[in-house]
């Protein structure tokens, strides 16, 4: 078999974004501290990135795209002076200048300037657009964003602070959002009633840090503190910390179950679980529904590499380090313009192939999306001569999209959708495959009480979908273009 | 006498803008003309630059920081497909990044998209961005354009066509604009009852253009059709061109003279009057006024050569081109670091000494702003060897500021504020100084009908200037972060 | 204990450079199979690359400072056409603008073109080069390179063929050198007599492919054929591949062994022994000579991690990936400008506190140089609450600097040079530490008889250093400024 | 008619070089004064540029393609300390990356460093350099100027002196050169025996500089002393300056006429002639030999202008600037990649049409190459309304190619050799064309004693040209490509 050049380009999923912010007490800058928190933060979005400080009120920023050490230097640190600063990355996606969706957004209304950091997905974002455009609102980007900086600035000015308009804002929206709101004075850090996306709060001496995960905090020196609750409000100011939790009914805590498997880095800790023992766990629990006899446990680097660490433990089967990962290719692979056929090149992952050699290999994976990486492995594997191939994936099957702020596409693209298990394992031409069983997921988590949104499994969504919003499913922000009337 | 390094970068005057709309007929690429035209408007803005273009009301568009050849090239071009198009040069300013300034500024609103292209600047814009805000409405720019679409997003609520809202708008905004407009479905030039800035009218085929100078028109061969009248909406739509007049009641036409004198290229035509001849019959005047014996007349490039030009003709005086300019210095001379001395540089600008020794010279200049380049342009020459200098000055003395989108700064900085005639003569070193006196102004354009705002030189403003907009004035846009409340 | 901003900047040893060449039968093209193959030896070298290709003897090639992505593009790629290639990737140092030294250098002689990819260090390059200037030449780069050209085109001319010069020029030079030469018509892959560098051949369909490591032939999709054997000659041409081996007497093979111990990538296989296979045995060996009780083998990635397998798998320790790397910082990290103090930010690497607290964890590092960084592991474990910390080192106490192609610094720097084992240890904080005996080196390849060059650990130099090497040992070539004569 | 898009592309001679040097009293900076040099020398070359300091025979340099202003900033100047310096403007030429090929090129030979800037073309660099391969010279650039480097280290082993080995080398070359060379102790200015290239000497305080054109001198506040005259050697070091003047036979003095007409600037002073006098003088003759009723004279911009200004003194027809240049269109004009037909599209010259209407113009333009522009022009003005176009050209017809450092193409591409004066005038379209007569020449510099070489018009070449350089005549140096031998 002849493979395509950019066989290993991992068909992968992404998170849609991460934030970071932090209110000085003085003993740290808050630009460079965005910038380490934001490397640290890279792995939830490669797009663009973005710094927002306040300096007594007077905003100042600079957002651009690419990887935070491509748009940042010394240089443009050193002018970003200020008290506190919200800074956000953002997912990369294929195509068009997009500028105007880096975040954070910061804008002036009535009462000053905002500034908008913002992970997560509105659900009902389309409906609220549509409502403010009828009362004369104009619109310069095509993310959800905008559409809450709006509600709060219109709510701002029933209520008598900026807390209380975030907190009446959080009536009107739906959906996931981790939410930094820079005002004058104040930053504030919000977590949707669900708890989709995560949000932590650290501290460094006085300063207030939050960080959409814990190993951002290590990275500026900061201590967890705890995670932002679902539906809490939490505000700093010169006078310290206050939390707020406004009435939002019986709404189920639901954290992105991926966040475990996939999104977050291996050394975060979220809602009290660590990242890293939830993989190894995911790992043990296929160990024992799925066992076989082997020669070696193989992780496919990176997101693998725990749960076969997990796999090893529980099995015995001997972990090795049998595919190695190129960590210089990045977004910017080329590929041959001519057509070129080249044999089985591996460019971005290749296998040890004496150590697989007559082998029996179990390989780990976390996820099966469209089907496109998962016989590639194999391949890869049977051609460096491994005797027997069992594909073992850290997650259930992908029955179901996402609204709530990650890519997982429709249906009709999803291989498990289409396919049962059976001939998903024939077409991956693994010897074996056995995937995470949803059941499971509870214990991946070692049973925390923590509850989570597994709707991508299960199609058992803990917040509403607008008919819109199910039509509009889209990556990076609403279906504007669908949207444009023709003015007469 | 010694100078400092940076003797002959001019002080000069700065328009704020310039503008350029095409509505094809498929005969002329829309990106492409924009370009042209764009090019042929560079001297009025080059801090930023954009071109957007609507291809069945999907809106692509670039934009960035600097000049035209440096924003744009083959691939972005090529890029930006479609039926119609608007586009924009802004001026140079020092200092931070501003990209969010650049335009056209483009949005969607209630009925679509909309993509604003405006020259000019409003007297009344604080105030109705307060209003604005008041209701709830975010400002992500400092930019006054960005109030004229809001205007137009809530007046198009109360009408019936996007015209209708532009015509709306006029009455409500006040202050200088030259706009373009562009609906999903329409181009909309508008030019604000006093006519403050310039617009003209031109056809390629049956494509119509609109820009701030006809040489721009030349640029993309389109042919010179007619000036956009002051308080005119001129409408093009697929059933082609048509008029609105709304009544603003009675209106001084007051196109800023400083056009003829000093923004506008020599090879445009405004309002029916040559740039040329005009400054040609400036230079006239002058020798008539203030004759002088002498051995030749000498422009200070650019804009001083076409005075110089009539001076020789009408004084007999032969033309010599005895100062030189470097063309390959731009925005980005540097300077050392080290604050060593250095003699007399003529960097910028170099005279031709051994045409200037022991003569008589006449040197004509456009204006004298602050008075800081008209003594080093008198030593220079003295330098040189010239016996005799005698400066002419192709306008009337700087005594007001102007409100209306040039950066004439405020009184205290402006020579002719604090010094008499006599005065500057002896700080400028020169052997005599004429200004061209301001019931000059009308014989400059050749007696023709056309009324214009001389407000500059007279303090005679033909809109009303508001209270916070006489504080605010300010280069490049609102008084915005005084403006900075702090929320609680 | 305070840790500076940029602890983990891991002090590391760098390789001089990778070489990557190809002459091809058509079914592959050169250009587009270097980048690859330059993309897979990007470890080698991240100052600066370049391709150079010929096209029936006219050369064309593109170099440039960067990493291959950075330095590449389709656009690039494709304007490289031709039939063969050399190509080369070089180590990252700091400072000035040095693209002069980038390779393949390409320059004429008396018989047409020639261009050289070279990896190693000459050690006699100053003595030739003042030589050569006593009669006349003039040198344009500081690197020992430029001399090899130098003699092969003076050799050129008392012989028949350019291999006949290249086999002169290995009379003449000494030292390392992996050597790729294109003259016209021919491809050429020289490895020094000693074989210090590795370099290896690949086949794809009838092309021949040469790479430093074999890691890069999978990634061009070649086959792996051989190694080019120390003192040997290989040369390609449209009669296909023929091999020279000059007698040099009896020359000691001496393969740098620090390409196993940290230089190679895992997945490469030299002079028949495999890198992963290696530094797992290096790992073993440790749990064997310096075995402890406790909870964990963790490996510093990514160099560690091999070895720690090794040592987890010999030991019975389970093996935990306890320390997280961020892949996304790169050469480019930013320190703030600011001497404020940060607490112990864990930028670079960060471990996984909930899984160290409390635990005895064996820690495995591939070397130690100065000293600097084995502390700051340890602390860092400490600090996330490691009850007891035992580092392991996979090779031998450093003694003696290398003149042979790596940054292995003078004895000054070296810390074992300047304390015992206990000092060391009691330095690094560290509960107990174990060094690779360096009699376990052979055993650490498998017994296999590969004949190695262990100068780094002994001070046993296979090669002859001269006087003005010994003094002249440097970054980055020569010591060239030292050697400005003051013409008079 | 109809114009091709990019019609105003004036098809333009090139010199090929500008050259600046500089030995410091230490009361300027030898890096900035460069910069100032060069720009004032960009005209003369866009290509490239670059600058050599050299501090206490430490030699650092920065060069790369592109405009002075895009090569150099703040930061690079700065870190180029020194006590003198050299530097270099190339011409641009379309296509490849030739940074090889900028200047000054450094290289270090027996007595340390040599740095060398040069202006002009060697008529004997292929034979020399074919000597030197056969010696086993390598070469690393398509330059002549590496073969004068050569040739100076060569000599210098024979003599006791840099300036000595520069002196035998003026013995071997043969053609034009105006040659900085920078040793580590001395700055050396020299003029080959004809004088083809000018070359001027000036003075700051007690620093000696050294520039292509008196302009430059200015640009960096130094006062002119005198030309450096032809087979002239000017020594500068800390003893202060000194001259040599070899005997070369008896060689006709024969600075290229072109410098006047076309390539120096207008407020150069050259071998005691003024340029701008030069080119009214220019205009006056024509004035007197072609003779002609008409209402205005326009010079084409920018180098029409001066004899214009001549040619309306002599005759007394009013001078007009009827034509505007866009001075922002540079090198990077984009045409458009569709091939849309435009109509005649004025972007890079425009005429002033209510100007042109009806009326008789003299229009006067430097030179006519390969006839591409002329009717452009005519075209263009006869567009715009002129009555009548009367060509006037500033100097006699193109007969024959330049070998001496300027691109005049081979006779196949001049009009003048493959038509009569007649047809030109019938192809221009003019009423009337006249060329300045070959025998007014010396008349146009004002029958100064300046002894001149007009070898394109005439094909008097006063040095011999070799035949391989009859045959490489080409842009860029020598015709390397084509030079490739097969090696076997």
Known sequence: MEFSFDNFAKEGLHEECGVFGIFSDGTINPAYACYNGLLALQHRGQESCGIAVSDEGVIDYHKDMGLVTEVFNNKILDSLNGQMAVSHVRYSTAGGSVLENAQPLVMRYVK???????????????????????????????????????????????????EDAVARTMQVIEGAYSLLVMSPRKLIAVRDPHGFRPLCMGKYNDSYVFAS???????????FVRDVEPGEIVIVDQNGVRSMKPDFGDKKKALCIFEYIYFARSDSFIDGVSVYEARKQAGRILARKYPVEADMVV?????????????????????????????YIGRTFIKPSQKERMKSVKIKLNP????????????IDDSIVRGTTVDRIVTMLKEAGAKEVHMRISSPPFMWPCYYGTDIPSRGELIACNHTIEEITKLSKADSLGYLPVESLREMIHNAPVGFCDGCFT??????????????????????????????
Chains 1, 2, 3, 4 share one sequence.
């Open 112 to 162: 000053g300037t905002l500034s908008i950091a913002h992970n997560g997905n509105l659900t009902n974002a389309l409906e609220i657009r549509r409502g403010l455009e009828q009362r004369g609102a104009i619109f310069q980007t095509t993310i959800d964003s905008e559409v809450i900086c709006y509600v709060i600035a219109r709510e701002r000015l029933k209520c008598h602070s900026v």
């Open 213 to 223: 995960e814990s190993a951002a905090l290590d990275a500026c020196g900061a201590e």
């Open 299 to 327: 992780g496919v680097p990176e997101s693998g590499i725990d749960a076969a660490i997990g796999y090893s433990e529980e099995s015995g089967i001997p972990y090795e380090k049998a595919i190695v990962k190129n960590s």
């Open 352 to 363: 040890i192939a004496d150590k697989i050699k007559g082998k029996r290999v179990v390989i």
């Open 459 to 488: 199609g058992n969504y803990p917040a509403p979908i607008t008919k819109e919003t199910f039509k509009g499913k889209e990556r990076g922000g609403m279906n504007f273009d669908e949207n444009n009337k023709k003015d007469n």
